[in-house]
C-alpha cells in the first residue's frame, strides 16, 4: 500500500514518512523546499516530490507523480503554513491567499484527483491534520485558523461525497512540539493550561493516524490530540 504525505520536509510530516515506512508502507512525500535531511527520507525508499502549493500547476505535479502507481490507499494533507497576522491590510490578504491555497486549494485538487485510486483500494482513507484552535479563533491567527477551519468544513464534504468507497476524517493537534522561536515563558503558559502539562511529541499523532486507519467503522471523525488543551481554549 502506498501513501502520500504532503508537507514531509521537517517536523510531523517527516516523521510520518519515517513511521509509514517503518510499518510496511510504500509511501510518496510532498515538499515545498529543499533540505539535507530530506536525503534520510530518500534513504528509506521514500518518493519525494517538490511541489509549492501556492500554485496550481504544481499540485498538479504530486497528482502526476501518483498517477505511476496503482497502489494509492492513505492521503495525509499535513502541509501547512504559518504565520501571524500582519499589520498592513494588503498583506494580511496576501497571506489569506497563501495559507487558503495551502490548507483549503491544494487539499481539494488532490482529493478531487486521488479520489478514484483511493476508492479502488479496500480501505482507502483520507485524514486532514488541522488545528485545536479552529474552534476558538484567535484574532492575531485569523487568516490561518480561518482556512485550517476550512480546512475541516472540506474534510466533512469530503467525508460524506466519498462514502462509503473512502473514509475522511481529521486530526486536531495541539501543544504537540513547539517551535524553536517559541520562548520559554510562552511555553510554561500554554502547558500551564494543559491539563496533561506536557509537550505531546510526534508519536502521538501517529498513533491517531494508526487507529483512524485500523478503524474502518470511522469516517467524518475528528481527533483532539492535544493533551485536553482545548478545554482551556474552547
Known amino acids: 500500500m ?6 514531509c520536509g521537517r517536523r510531523l510530516g517527516f516523521y510520518l514518512c519515517e513511521q509509514l515506512v517503518a510499518a510496511g508502507w510504500q509511501v510518496t512525500g510532498s515538499y515545498r523546499s529543499e533540505r539535507p535531511e530530506l536525503d534520510r527520507l530518500r534513504d528509506v525508499g521514500v ?12 499540485v498538479g505535479a504530486v497528482v502526476t507523480a501518483l498517477a505511476a502507481h496503482e497502489d494509492l490507499a492513505l492521503i495525509i ?13 494588503a498583506v494580511q490578504l496576501a497571506q489569506f491567499e497563501q495559507f487558503y ?16 485510486a483511493l476508492a479502488r483500494q479496500p480501505n482507502g482513507g483520507i ?3 488541522t488545528d485545536i484552535y479552529i474552534h476558538a479563533p484567535a484574532p492575531q491567527f485569523a487568516a490561518y485558523v480561518a482556512t485550517k ?11 460524506r461525497e466519498l462514502a462509503p468507497a473512502v473514509r475522511v476524517n481529521t486530526i ?18 500554554v502547558l500551564g493550561k494543559t491539563p496533561l502539562a506536557r509537550e505531546g511529541g510526534l508519536e502521538p499523532i501517529w498513533q491517531a493516524v494508526q487507529m483512524l486507519m485500523k478503524n474502518d467503522y ?7 490530540v492535544d493533551g485536553g488543551r482545548a478545554l482551556a481554549v474552547i
Open 149 to 159: 477551519a476550512g480546512a475541516h468544513s472540506l474534510a466533512m464534504s469530503f467525508a
Open 2 to 7: 502506498r501513501a502520500l504525505v504532503t508537507g
Open 218 to 224: 470511522m469516517t467524518g471523525a475528528s481527533i483532539r
Open 47 to 58: 518518493e519525494l516530490v517538490q511541489a509549492d502549493f501556492t500554485r496550481e500547476e504544481e
Open 101 to 116: 491555497r495551502v490548507h483549503m486549494a491544494a487539499p481539494f485538487q488532490l482529493n478531487r484527483a486521488l479520489a478514484p
Open 172 to 189: 486536531e493537534p495541539g501543544p504537540i512540539l513547539f517551535l524553536d522561536e517559541h520562548g520559554d515563558d510562552w511555553r510554561q503558559q
Open 127 to 129: 485524514i486532514h491534520i
Open 77 to 89: 494533507h499535513n502541509a501547512s503554513a504559518f504565520e501571524p497576522q500582519a499589520a498592513d491590510p
